[in-house]
């Protein structure tokens, strides 16, 4: 890659947390958004060529960490008053999330969910 070229390259200055990337297909971005829905993650972790591809793996991977929050919500709400509103508001907090998520992923650029994010990386 020439010098120039590495400059007009968008995934190049964008930091890692938001990398912009050249414009995915119908189905890597299908893929992306599905992976805020539940357990829908698995198509984009399963569908083969597009479960290699980083910007699906990003969505996937916080899809992930959303669903295992959200069965962890679950828990909490079995535990009175105080498991209840612990439950409530991680609910509230997935809900956020996922929402940014989708977005990021309509807008062809990955998102790191704050605080685990970074820390918490099951797909590489």
């Keep these: 890659m020439e010098n ?19 414009t995915p297909t119908g189905s890597e971005k299908a893929f992306a958004i599905l992976a805020y829905f539940g357990i829908l993650w698995l198509i ?11 910007y699906v793996k990003n969505h996937v991977n916080n899809g992930i960490i959303l ?7 679950g828990i909490l709400n079995v535990i009175p008053i105080i498991g209840n ?11 956020v999330f996922a929402i940014i998520g989708i977005v990021k992923a309509c807008t062809n ?3 790191t969910i704050p605080l685990i994010g970074d820390k918490l990386v099951l797909i590489k």
């Design 4 to 22: 120039n070229e590495q400059f007009n390259d968008p995934t190049m200055n964008a930091p890692e947390s938001e990398a912009v990337f050249a």
């Design 44 to 54: 984009g972790l399963l569908k083969d060529p597009e479960k290699d591809v980083p």
């Design 67 to 73: 669903c295992i929050a959200g069965v962890a919500a």
């Design 85 to 95: 509103i612990a439950s409530i508001v991680l609910y509230v907090a997935i809900t």
């Design 109 to 111: 650029t990955t998102y």
